[in-house]
Every structure is written in structure tokens, then in C-alpha cells.
């Protein structure tokens, strides 16, 4: 039987490279559901090339353009937000890859939990936002939660045989993005077109942001804590440049394990599908000959802000993370658009986190209201409209 594959997400740079490594073993996985946002054409396309039982836009205006074009094909099609929420449920799923962007990513993830499919997850808001609810429901729905993003995957695979074995810490490698030598000076008039080239990943916008301001790597430490059950300590951030080394676990008797490879987002996605096993793949190998010096360095929290703001978060706890990344989705979006600069997305973040009310011990709902709050906090501070 060969596994059923949903992607949320199917148009972005996680999903085009799941559905390769999907078309790369078509003989063990087969695409059950696609969802898109607002790319129409490529959902088409890829719907037309992978024949899933389901497709989903959540742009409804996008719906009737959709139907016709996968008329006479034996497609359902749906449109909106609660049929990319409900599609997950979907009886033959086995694999869930939350590939979407954003605070979105909660109720589908959320869904498919307690549908109890497998998640691959590469939709890091989600723990971010959430992370004390997602695991007590995975927890209590038996649902697995494989990690996506590289550097967690990588801790996840030197993890393997090591159960009982006490972490010291885990060292989450950032490259540094595009401005990790820029003076503050520089950093004050930086442009989106500069932010959006990463020095060695291709990927989405907003993540592109996300690293150039670190606050990807605020996100990454409170993603890791969630998903290896650690403690703000035992999580510390290794500048490296190459991003060659993705990250490393340290054990109880000073060990050190490391998961190296070329930055190839393809090797911890089809990993998230295939483990425990590892499946063979025509990606770029690694050579030593070429790679050059491995260097180190510290991160520096004063220039890079945002990653200072994703620690206090962690440690603040409750609903705080959730209010970061509702401040910094809005203030990513408005960069994006030459609504503020570069540092002032920080300035923005830390307003949102001081104005939104605080709640201890939040519900879902909690969660749903402080995203929409903060969303709207950080809006009038800029007086951006979306
Ligand atoms: P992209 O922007 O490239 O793709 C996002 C996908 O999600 C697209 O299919 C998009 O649809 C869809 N989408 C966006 N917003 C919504 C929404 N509100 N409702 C429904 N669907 C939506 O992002 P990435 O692939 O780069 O990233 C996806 C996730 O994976 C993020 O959480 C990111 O942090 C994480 N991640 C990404 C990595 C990477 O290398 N790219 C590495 C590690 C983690 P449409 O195309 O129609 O707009
Ligand atoms: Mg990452």
C-alpha cells in the first residue's frame, strides 16, 4: 500500500520540493490532497500532474477557475479555510506535510491530530504559537510530530538510538543571513530586495525575512523546545555560515553529534516521510574537497534583535510566543511592502508584546483572540492596512 500524502501548501518552496521527492518514489507515496492559497495556475498543474483525490484553494474567489480547469477529472475541489482545515481529516490520509505559512497552519495541524495522521511538520508557527497544546493533544491522540525544518530534523536523526540518553543541550546552526556582517549602521537602511537573497537556502518570503532578521532562529529555539521537550537553557543558537553542519545534540558525557549535508531541504522532508527508514535520493552529495573551512561564531543579539524578543518570549511563556509571531507576521508583511524599515520590524514586536494582554494558561481560543489582538496592535502602530 503506498502511503497517502496531504500537503498543505503545495504551491510554496516546502511543498514543490515534497512533491519531488514524492514523484522521486511514486512507488511508495501517492498525493491524496493539495491546497494552495492564491496560486491558482501552479495548484492546477500540479493537480493535473499528481492526480490527488482532493484539491483545496483557500481563496475562494479562486474556486470557480479551479473547478473548470480540473473539470472532467476525477478531482473533488473545495474552497476557503474550513475545507483546508476539514480536508486533513480525510479517512486514507496517513501523511500530513504542513507546508503553509503562518499562524494558519494551527487548525488544519490541530485537525489532522486529533484525526491522528502522521505530521511532517514544516509549519514552525504552529509550535511557536502553540506548542503546550499541539504536544498535549499529539500526546493524547498518539499522533507522531516529525520535524521538517533542517535544523530539527537534523537533531531528530542524531536522536536516533539514543532513547533514554540524556541531552545536555542541543545547538541549532543559523547561517546568519544575508546581513550577519552588517554594522548596525548598514542594517538601519537594508532593503527587502537585499533581505529576500539568502545567502543558501531558496524559500518562501516570509521565511526569507525570517532569517535575515533571526527571528526564523527565535522561532527555531522555541520550535526545538517543543518537539525535543527541552528547556530554554539547553537550547543555545551556533552562527555557521556554510550551513553545512544543520545542527548538533550534546549528551550527558560531552558527546557531540552532528547531521551534516548540502542545504537541501528535499533530504529532511523526504526523511519526515520515509523515517525510521532512509530512502535513496538523486540530490547533491557532500564534498569535503570543496566545502572548505566550517567556521563558528557567536550570534549577536544586539544587532539581530528578534532573536533576543523570541527568548524572552520562550521564557515569558503562555500566550507570548503566540503574540511574536502575530506582531512579526504583520510587521514581515509591511516590510515587504516598504511600510517600515528593517529595525523598526523589531521596535513593532516589542510594542505588540508589551500592549497585548497577557494569559497564563491559554486555550485555543486564547490563542485565536491574542493573534487577532496583536495582528491589530501592530497594524496601528504602522498604519498598515491588509
Ligand atoms: P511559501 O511562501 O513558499 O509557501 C507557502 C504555501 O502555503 C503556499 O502553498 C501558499 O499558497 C500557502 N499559504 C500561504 N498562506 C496561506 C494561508 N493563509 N492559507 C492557506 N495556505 C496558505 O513558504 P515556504 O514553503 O517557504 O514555508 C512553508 C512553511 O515551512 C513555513 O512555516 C516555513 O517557516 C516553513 N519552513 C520552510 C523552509 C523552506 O526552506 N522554505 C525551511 C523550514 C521551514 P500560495 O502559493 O497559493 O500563496
Ligand atoms: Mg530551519
Sequence with gaps: MKKQIAILGSTGSIGTQALQVIAEHSDLYEVYALTANNRVE???????QFMPEAVVIGNETKYSQLKEALSGL?????????ALAQIVEAGPIDVVLTAMVGFAGLKPTIN?????????LANKETLVVAGELVNELAQQYGTAILPVDSEHSAVFQCLVGEVGNKIEKVILTASGGPFRTCTMEQLKTVTKVQALKHPNWDMGAKITIDSASMMNKGFE??????LFGLKPEQVEVVVHPQSIIHSMVQFEDGAVKAQLGVPDMRVPIQYALSYPDRLSSSFDRLDFSKCGNLTFEQPDIKRFRNLALAYEALHQAGNMPCIVNAANEIAVAAFLR???????????????MQTVSFIKSPMYDDYVAT????????KELMNFKI
Excluded: C, H, T
Excluded at 501552479?42 to 493535473?48: N, T, V
Excluded at 529555539?221 to 517543543?226: S, Y
Excluded at 517600515?340 to 514586536?349: P, T
Excluded at 493573534?371 to 501592530?378: F, G, K, L, T
Design 338 to 352: 516598504n511600510r517600515v524599515s528593517f529595525l523598526g520590524m523589531s521596535d513593532v514586536i516589542e510594542k505588540v
Design 221 to 226: 529555539v522555541i520550535e526545538a523546545k517543543w
Design 371 to 378: 493573534d487577532a489582538e496583536a495582528r491589530e496592535v501592530a
Design 42 to 48: 501552479l495548484l492546477i498543474e500540479q493537480a493535473r
Design 112 to 120: 489532522a491530530i486529533r484525526a491522528k495522521k502522521k505530521i511532517a
Design 74 to 82: 476525477p478531482i473533488k475541489v473545495y474552497a476557503g479555510d474550513e
